[in-house]
């Protein structure tokens, strides 16, 4: 039935509901909570019904979903019966390998909200459990680009992307894209948000320029510089992997099939491709041993070859934090000491090796001589000199310096109580220190170390200090620093009996 519909001001979040008037509900056989299924041309979005007074054939929509669907005078609507995509899902967790059209129809339904969050999580607990072969892998990509927007800058295009799991990471990209960039190679980094570490590249990045820009945007700012580092969630890049990222986390699972689409749809979103993908390894890491590490890139180069992407990994050490600084400010802060030279010597490395490989896959370094050329241009302060272009042209003040970037007003210390080496600084625990001081949605929160590990302590010394806007939540995380112990000390009694 084609009805016109209206838009409401108002906005409904991630909530899909459409306002219906009591006649249209009764014409439709609708009643409150059930749902309907709306079609202009090729969108289609499922949406719970309320119903409103009124004897009109009416329809109302909140102006989220009215602008999603194209600002339209009239839609189709009609009661949801359900979708063959249920049908696709139960038969993967069956074991049954899907076909392109099937897995094509699950993301889209996905997209357009037809499935529940319960079918979600199923087809995430059917990747986890039975898996996906390469040519699934690179159907769920392919499927995951086409439901969004492509952005063709007209050129070839470079990026980097590390699959995480080691806090201080995000500081990176902020220092490895203006060396790319400023040696000339074309690196329109599109970077996420955190949702369960303490700081995404977006958020760090934010504390420096705006990181959300449009489509046009962009092409824009692409004129200006040769590189920039933006946040993906504004520009509706393969959003079939924000929809599947949510369910992901409440249900603590990320299969391997799923983080590689989401990757890679993501980049082709971004018409890149020649790529370093970064797998850090080590304790308390997603990857933790290197024959892990190893397989990972080789599905990676598998999948890759398969969509025409160029690609090399990096298999890292990810065993401690990258760097000192956890938390969106203080990794700001130690990303421009980084480019003025006076940084720590593992963001140093780490930054110039990635930034090495992507110009040895521009052809402007010779194979295994790129981390040297990428060390030299971040040496001579070339690369600091075009990251403040970069932060200008993105809107930001390029003459802010590490001291001039501010954090949370309440520190604590956490001290050492004995004499000893440190023999291990806890990936897990650092990141849960500094989400509970706030992080990652206070930039200004987060932890600073002051050890790594094979540094002497003496008894008393700062192991690391704790910031937060938040003096109720600098208490939380204080809590949690003395209860899990994030720095281990060698000879350090643990517990005394009786």
């Not at 392919?142 to 992307?161: L, Q, R, S, Y």
């Not at 040895?360 to 990251?387: D, T």
Request: proline share 5%.
């Amino acid at each position: 039935m084609r009805v016109p519909v209206s838009p409401l001001n108002l906005d409904s979040g991630d909530l899909r509901i459409a306002f219906l008037s009591g006649r249209l509900a009764k014409l439709l056989g609708a009643t409150s909570g059930s749902r309907l299924k709306a079609t202009v041309g090729s969108r289609e979005l499922s949406l719970w019904v309320a119903i409103s007074e009124g004897e009109e054939l009416s329809l109302a929509l909140p102006r989220n979903l009215y602008e999603e669907l194209g600002s339209p005078r009239e839609i189709d609507v009609e009661l949801y019966t359900g979708t063959p995509s249920v049908e696709y899902i139960r038969r993967k967790l069956a074991g049954s390998k899907l076909s392109y059209e099937e897995i094509r129809s699950i993301i889209r339904d996905l997209v357009s909200g037809l499935l529940s969050e319960a079918e979600i999580a199923a087809f995430i607990a059917a990747q986890a459990v039975v898996g996906m072969d390469v040519g699934e892998i690179v159907n769920l990509t392919k499927a995951m680009v086409e439901t969004g927007n492509v952005i063709d800058f007209g050129e070839e295009a470079f990026d980097m992307h590390s699959v995480g799991g080691v806090p201080g990471n995000s500081k990176v990209s902020i220092v490895a894209v203006p060396i790319v960039a400023s040696a000339g190679v074309f690196i329109p980094k599109t970077s996420s948000r955190a949702i369960t570490s303490p700081a995404g590249t977006a958020d760090t990045m934010e504390v420096l320029a705006p990181v959300v820009f449009t489509p046009e945007e962009l092409k824009e700012l692409a004129k200006r510089v040769r590189g920039f580092i933006v946040w993906g969630g504004a520009l509706n890049l393969a959003p079939a992997d924000d929809i599947l990222i949510r369910v992901e986390h409440r249900l603590k699972l990320d299969p391997t099939s799923q983080m590689i689409a989401s990757i890679l749809s993501k980049k082709l979103s971004m018409s890149v491709r020649n790529m370093v993908i970064d797998v850090p390894i080590g304790s308390g890491a997603k990857v933790e041993s290197l024959e892990s590490g190893r397989k990972l890139a080789d599905l990676f180069i598998q999948v890759t070859g398969e969509l025409g992407i160029r690609v090399k990994c990096a298999l890292s050490y990810g065993d401690q934090p990258v760097g000192y600084a956890v938390g969106p400010a203080l990794e700001a802060r130690e990303a421009l000491e980084t480019l003025l030279g006076r940084g720590p010597t593992s963001v140093r490395e780490k930054a110039a090796s990635l930034a090495g490989m992507v110009l040895e896959l521009a052809g402007l370094a010779p194979q295994g001589g790129g981390r040297s050329v990428a060390l030299r241009i971040l040496e001579s302060g070339k690369a600091y000199e075009y990251f403040k272009n970069i932060v200008e042209a993105m809107g930001g003040n390029p003459n802010v310096g590490p001291e001039d970037v501010e954090v949370g007003r309440y520190k604590a210390e956490i001290r050492a109580h004995t004499d000893g080496y440190i023999t291990g600084v806890s990936n897990k625990v650092v990141a849960q220190i500094a989400i509970a001081a706030g992080a990652p949605v206070d930039k200004r929160a987060g932890v600073q170390l002051r050890v790594k590990k094979g540094h002497r302590v003496r008894s008393g010394d700062v192991l690391l200090e704790i910031y937060s806007s938040s003096e109720s939540r600098l208490e939380e995380a204080l809590k949690v620093a003395e209860a899990l112990r994030p720095v281990t000390i060698e000879g350090m009694v643990l517990e005394v009996y009786p």
